[in-house]
């Protein structure tokens, strides 16, 4: 997790697990937070995070034994058998002792846990097959490193009280849906998401008896026999893609507004290549672009795409830096599903902050997240039905100052409302600290 808006990828995305950190800790300063997930290491006061913020795996951190980094380094190096070597379940194995004698400590002092939910492997530490409990997985390295220690720190907390102490999950990507198997206790509460939809998850029960009729269990699982659960993983729309746009966060002081109609292109955008494999082909990114943005006349057209796409030598990626100047420069702009799905990002709404007036896809946020609270006028207007109805709009609103103005005055109302509201903190916070 980079720490810095320097370190972020121009994919976008990284700065948000930074900027629930900020906004949960000014919001209770009584209250210490914990990066526990590997980071870039810097000191949080060093990065603009508040004093009552902790980085484990900062060179500064001068709790439990030191820092972590340090610790993992000087045991990895004793072992003499695990860096630079391919990880077999034994070495892997090892790995995970090293990394819960550095962290189980503090897993079990936490009083609380938020986790943002990326990627991860269907198992993470080796555990028994599901086809031949005799035998062991053999996880991806990267996982064995990053994300096992993760899972079993949250087992360890949880075994403690497990109907009680739950662990508060985020998910910016649906891509990330909940598959470790090597989670031991299934979710009573949904995940805070931008898309609300069920899956299944199954949990090995690492030799743990305890009947699943204990503590209403079998209303959240079902045993399904080889010392294993299954559950229902449920994601609830919580309007999370707007938390990296807060004042005071790395991406949100980048932040203006501007209704200057006559100093504007009319259309720009920024749009970066996704996953194709598996998805329909009217809603491959490649496609989209071909036939609703290429045909347009484009002031600015920026972001990353591989050199297989055949479009990385005309469309290049912004440094973060140009992202609002770049909006400022054009009227309108669009946004579209990324790899294929129907979930809501934070681009609309940066668009709305903006002062720029900015069109959906008819398969972007098919639930209707975003607009659902929104002025019926806006909801007309922003959804198009098709690349004409695109240009028409685009055209007409070139010809229309005042229809422009109206537009971008509500998409900002509805900006400043939804910053207002915060759903996904009060979730958050509902969570954890209840009616208090």
């Known amino acids: 997790m980079p720490l810095t808006l320097e370190k972020c990828g121009n994919l976008g995305g990284d700065v948000e697990m930074v900027a629930v950190v900020k906004e949960m800790a000014l ?14 290491g810097e000191n949080p006061q060093d990065v603009g995070l508040p004093e009552n913020v902790h980085n484990p795996w900062s060179r500064d951190y001068p709790y439990a034994g030191g820092p972590w980094k340090s610790q993992l380094d000087a045991a ?21 002792k090293i990394f819960d004698d550095i962290t189980f400590r503090t897993f079990g002092s936490l009083d609380a846990m938020v986790m943002w939910v990326g990627q991860h492997g269907t198992s993470n530490t080796p ?17 064995a490193w990053y994300s096992g220690f993760m899972l079993r720190g949250i087992n ?111 259309f720009g955008m920024f749009i970066n290549e996704a996953r194709a494999i598996g998805i329909r082909p ?4 490649k496609n989209i672009l071909t036939q609703w943005v290429l045909p347009l006349q484009r002031h600015f057209l920026h972001g990353t795409w591989s050199k297989e796409s055949g479009f990385s030598d005309r469309i290049t990626p912004a440094p973060w830096s140009e992202y609002y100047p770049k909006l400022h420069s054009v009227r ?34 098919t639930q209707n997240n975003i607009l659902r609270d929104a002025p019926e006028a806006l909801q007309f207007w922003l959804r198009v039905r098709s690349p004409d109805e695109l240009r028409v709009r685009i055209d007409l609103l070139r ?21 207002e509201e915060l759903t996904y903190m009060k979730m958050i916070e509902e969570r954890i600290y209840g009616d208090a």
């Open 282 to 285: 009217e809603l491959q990114r």
């Open 127 to 143: 555990i028994p097959k599901v086809s031949d409990p005799s035998e062991l997985t053999k996880p991806q390295d990267w996982c």
């Open 156 to 266: 360890h907390w949880r075994d403690a009280d497990p109907y009680n102490r739950e662990e508060i999950c985020l998910n910016a990507d649906a891509r990330n849906r909940h598959k470790m198997r090597d989670m031991k206790w299934p979710l009573r509460h949904p995940i805070l998401a931008q898309y609300r939809d069920v899956k299944p998850l199954k949990h090995c029960r690492y030799g743990d008896k305890t009947p699943i009729s204990v503590n209403d269990w079998d209303h959240w699982a079902v045993d399904i026999g080889q010392n294993t659960w299954q559950s229902n993983v449920h994601d609830t729309y919580a309007r999370l893609e707007i938390n990296g746009l807060r004042p005071g966060t790395p991406f949100g002081d980048l932040i203006s507004y501007n209704n200057d109609f006559h100093a504007r292109a009319d």
């Open 399 to 419: 010809e229309n100052p005042e229809k422009w103005y109206e537009l971008i005055t509500m998409q900002r109302a509805h900006f400043d409302k939804a910053l």
């Open 76 to 96: 990895i190096a004793a072992d003499g058998d695990i860096k630079g070597q391919t990880l077999t379940p034994t070495r892997q194995l090892r790995l995970a």
């Open 27 to 40: 919001r209770h300063p009584d209250n210490a937070y914990i990066l526990i997930g590997r980071n870039s």
């Open 332 to 365: 309108c702009t669009f946004t579209t599903p990324s790899s294929g799905s129907g979930w809501a990002t934070a681009k609309p709404w940066e668009a709305f902050a903006a002062g720029t007036v900015c069109f959906f896809h008819p398969e972007y946020d």
